[in-house]
């Protein structure tokens, strides 16, 4: 017990989540556990040894034991009264209650080893559970049937008359009386009919017409949205739509004729240039050729001259040996062989020089010219085609498509208007505190309900649903009338359990967050079972809760005793 105290001191001085603190509490827990165990009263430990001590009564419990035996020797076969004695009472009551915890304490421990091993162990369990309770059974009532049923059998008649009336009411109760089968669960109270106001478009709420505890009527307006660039994009579109509109015109009407004309014209004036173009190439190559054959002839004459000139040299160079010949003729000789072989040279490259430039010129202004022409009668051809189909076809896609989103504008203009669909009364508490916020596509504005005709749904245990029928009566009590009983009857049942999980593993979405009540009837391994009534007499309200009985019809007591201890061997134990 110290340690025990150390520890608890230590679990609440230490931060939470630490290893100290854990340690601590492992600590507090096992030693708890043990103290319990230790000074428990009905073991033979400390706690039982310190009462014996305390009270001055050695051997406390066999002599508690044998007062127990002793007065149920004389209450079940009229044997003699125990003679009252000091502390006879505690004595009685002591032993009774040490045999109790006993026997309860070994059927839990065997009732958990059973649903431990799954129910593979059903039967077994069952088995060594009656067992185990027979023998302490045994061991404690141990001479209480000695010669006590003969002796009753042979001289108390009346005791042997009591326990035949006895046994005789019993198998009559049992089997006469009838008792009523009764299925009970939570139930909540919803509203049969409930509508819930979203807004259809992104936008800011404008301007709300009621407020909490309010009557609307079916199509009167509630609340009101407003886009601010709404009108600029439905005008926007609108343009878009007669651009579409107008293009879809002109690609049907085609070509204008005017148009085809001028075309024509433009083919014929570029055909009319290709042939001046021919005509200038030819002339062209003409002046070619009689530059070509002049350049010719004066390159002859310079090649005509320089050997002249070389000649010239020769012989000046003979005279310049003899000394017939100044130094200075000879160089005149010499300058003009070498002016005669340079002009040679410049007339050659000159024709080079027209030979490779030739009538390019002319030949790039013709190819262009016959460009022009090829165009223009690519041109002529396409407006005498017309515009090809698959044109017209994708300008009326885009005019269907602009009109759709023109309309899908035009219609969110009208759902800006939010009016309800049902007469009833707004239960959205500070309703119209939330003018001017911003809302998203789809978030919930405000609920409708009709609380005349109001339903209760009744969360009844899955291994009870089976005897539940519709129509049979329910009787309701909610906790705000805790001292008044509704009677309705079942209108339907829910196809399947409320469960915890979603289908794939996920925690399935709460009431709250899918914009409806609490309902804290509806626990997993339940179904429902609804009811209506008529909400506005008896005066109760969504979301009140309560507890309902549902009358299954009236059966024998012991059929019904029977199934449920057959239930309970068949499902827990599976035996």
């Known amino acids: 017990m110290f340690l025990w105290a150390l520890a608890v001191f230590a679990w609440r001085l230490t931060l939470p989540g630490t290893l100290l603190n854990h340690l601590a509490w492992l600590v507090v827990s096992l030693c708890g556990v043990r103290i319990f165990f230790n000074f428990n009263p009905f073991l033979k430990l400390d706690g039982y040894y310190l009462l014996s001590d305390l009270l001055e009564m050695p051997n406390l419990r066999r002599r508690a034991?044998?007062?127990?035996?002793?007065?149920?020797?004389?209450?079940?076969?009229?044997?003699?009264?125990?003679?009252?004695?000091?502390?006879?009472?505690?004595?009685?009551?002591?032993?009774?209650?040490?045999?109790?915890?006993?026997?309860?304490?070994?059927?839990?421990?065997?009732?958990?080893?059973?649903?431990?091993?799954?129910?593979?162990?059903?039967?077994?369990?069952?088995?060594?559970?009656?067992?185990?309770?027979?023998?302490?059974?045994?061991?404690?009532?141990?001479g209480i049937l000695t010669g006590e049923v003969a002796t009753m059998l042979r001289m108390r008649r009346k005791r042997c008359a009591v326990w035949a009336l006895a046994l005789t009411t019993l198998l009559v109760v049992l089997t006469a009386v009838r008792m009523e089968d009764r299925v009970g669960g939570s139930f909540s109270i919803r509203p049969a009919t409930r509508v819930e106001l979203r807004a259809p478009v992104a936008g800011f709420l404008r301007m709300v017409e009621f407020d909490e505890g309010d009557r609307v009527s079916a199509g009167q307006l509630v609340a009101r949205l407003e886009v601010p660039d709404l009108l600029s994009r439905i005008a926007q579109k609108g343009a878009e739509v007669r651009e579409a509109r107008s293009r879809l015109r002109l690609l049907e009407v085609g070509s204008r004729p005017e148009e085809v004309a001028e075309q024509r014209l433009r083919v014929q004036r570029a055909k009319d240039w290709r042939d001046l173009a021919e005509q200038d190439l030819e002339r062209n190559r003409q002046a070619l050729?009689?530059?070509?054959?002049?350049?010719?002839?004066?390159?002859?004459?310079?090649?005509?001259?320089?050997?002249?000139?070389?000649?010239?040299?020769?012989?000046?160079?003979?005279?310049?040996?003899?000394?017939?010949?100044?130094?200075?003729?000879?160089?005149?000789?010499?300058?003009?062989?070498?002016?005669?072989?340079?002009?040679?040279?410049?007339?050659?490259?000159?024709?080079?020089?027209?030979?490779?430039?030739?009538?390019?010129?002319?030949?790039?202004?013709?190819?262009?010219?016959?460009?022009?022409w090829a165009e223009a009668r690519s041109t002529l051809a396409l407006l005498e085609a017309g515009t090809r189909p698959e044109e017209i076809e994708v300008a009326r896609a885009h005019l269907a498509r602009v009109e759709e989103e023109a309309r899908f504008l035009e219609a969110g203009r009208n759902r800006l208007v939010i009016t309800s669909p049902i007469s009833g009364i707004v239960t959205t508490p500070r309703l119209k505190e939330r003018t001017g916020l911003f809302l998203s596509e789809g978030q919930p504005i405000c609920e409708i309900e009709t609380l005349s005709i109001l339903e209760a749904e009744v969360a009844v245990d899955e291994q009870d649903i089976l005897r539940v029928r519709p129509g049979q009566e329910i009787f309701l009590r909610p906790r705000s009338r805790p001292?008044?009983?509704?009677?309705?009857?079942?209108?339907?049942?829910?196809?399947?359990?409320?469960?915890?999980?979603?289908?794939?593993?996920?925690?399935?979405?709460?009431?709250?967050?899918?914009g409806g009540i609490a309902e804290p009837g509806k626990v997993p391994g339940s179904v429902i079972v609804y009811c209506r009534m008529a909400g506005s007499s008896w005066g109760l309200r969504t979301g009140m809760t309560g507890y309902a009985r549902i009358h299954c019809g009236r059966l024998p007591v012991g059929e019904l005793l029977a199934f449920h201890l057959l239930r309970i061997l068949r499902t827990e134990f599976w035996w």
């Open 289 to 372: 050729q009689g530059e070509l054959s002049k350049l010719d002839h004066m390159i002859d004459q310079n090649r005509a001259e320089y050997d002249y000139a070389e000649t010239v040299v020769g012989l000046a160079r003979k005279l310049l040996g003899k000394g017939a010949l100044s130094g200075e003729q000879y160089q005149q000789a010499e300058v003009k062989r070498r002016v005669s072989r340079s002009q040679e040279e410049q007339v050659k490259s000159q024709k080079r020089a027209r030979e490779a430039e030739g009538t390019l010129v002319s030949e790039a202004e013709l190819a262009r010219r016959e460009t022009q």
């Open 65 to 142: 034991w044998e007062s127990v035996t002793g007065h149920l020797r004389w209450l079940l076969w009229g044997a003699a009264r125990p003679a009252p004695g000091p502390r006879s009472r505690f004595l009685l009551g002591f032993g009774a209650m040490t045999w109790g915890y006993s026997v309860a304490f070994l059927c839990l421990m065997l009732a958990g080893m059973a649903r431990l091993f799954d129910g593979s162990w059903g039967p077994a369990a069952i088995g060594f559970t009656l067992f185990m309770v027979a023998v302490r059974v045994r061991r404690r009532f141990r």
């Open 483 to 514: 001292f008044q009983t509704f009677t309705a009857r079942v209108d339907r049942i829910a196809p399947a359990t409320t469960r915890a999980q979603g289908p794939s593993g996920a925690v399935a979405p709460r009431p709250e967050d899918r």
